[in-house]
């Protein structure tokens, strides 16, 4: 690997020299920044370039960034003050003979890359505020710092192993100490870790027993899964025997499992005969039931017929010798009564020649009164027959027909 890297500043003729100035690297020089000479009066076509960041002052007081192209007469007071790179810089910062916990010293070569930017703004910090020169002796010191002091935790056989883990956080401490100066750490790599020859070699002959040690295990392996593929190898054919076995009762147990489903067959079909003969007979069996309980039903069906209809003739007889004894007492009644009516009209007749000379007011109370009688005896025949005994028939039949020789 190269020396350690140096971050410069350079001045240059003109502005257009830029690109050809930043790819020029003179022991182990690195251009960062670029500084253009100031002209005697004036720029007559000042050509800015594209590519890096440009700044210009006026009378020594930085105006910020100048957009490229040509710019035409320029005085001398105008001038272009820094031409920052835009491009990925790498940077070798080798440490030598650093200890190692064991007192083993070590040299490790270190390769950082890194950037300005991303704007015109970190150019301007990193230009005002560090510089190249200054920023080449901070990323000088802070590398060999972290580089020795990694270097001191270990020993000198686990220096190789520290790789990675170192490089990942270097890149957060630099990163944390340069943003604020407009720089972008972007990769940390150790590329390579050196030891004392003698002890390199001893390291070589201690890898190369290793090597040979892995060999031994890897051959000592070998017959240890030769080994198990015999064992494996017996182990399968034992397994086959077993399986053939196994498929060998798996068949007597299918011809058994037939028969029995052969039995089960024939049983569930005599079953099912017996279950046939058993439903027929029932079936007959309670055919004959329902045939006798027919006929008997019907047997007393007509029975009750013939019960209602020597009932229905007797009550027919009895109801038309009612109604005959009926009609003889009704038309006896009305005979009496009409009997009663002439007598009563006899009578009413006699009671009126006897009482032609009577007073008025005894004519009419008589004549009142018989129109009531009359009424009453009307009543009584229209009703049809009465029987009245005793003497309270007696007394009623007094009542209606006045006693002869008796006046009123």
Known sequence: MDGHSRLVQRTIKKATDADTAFSELIHNEIPMVLVPSKPLLFHFALNVPSGPFVLWQRFMKDKGPLKPGVKWIWPSWNYISHIVTRSVISYNAPARNCPTADSVMVSVDLSLTFQIGPDIEAARKFVYRLGPNRFDELLSAETEEAIRGLVYSVTHDKVNDLREEFASNMLATLNSKVEPFGVQILNVKVTNVKLPRDLQERLEHTTAFKTRMEEQEKSHENQIHALKDNAELELETIRKANNRKIQEIVAERAVFETQKREMEEEARGEGRVREVEAKTKAGVSLSIAKGTYLVNKVKGQQHVEEILK???????????????????????????????????????????????????LAEKRRYDLEWSRLEVQKKIAKNGRKFITGEQGQAILDALIPKAGIKT
């Open 310 to 360: 020597t009932a229905d003739i007797g009550a027919q007889r009895i109801t038309v010798e009612a109604d005959k004894e009926a009609y003889v007492s009704i038309r006896e009644s009305e005979t009496g009564l009409k009997v009663a009516e002439y007598q009563a009209e006899a009578m009413v007749v006699s009671a009126e020649a006897e009482a032609e000379a009577a007073e008025a």
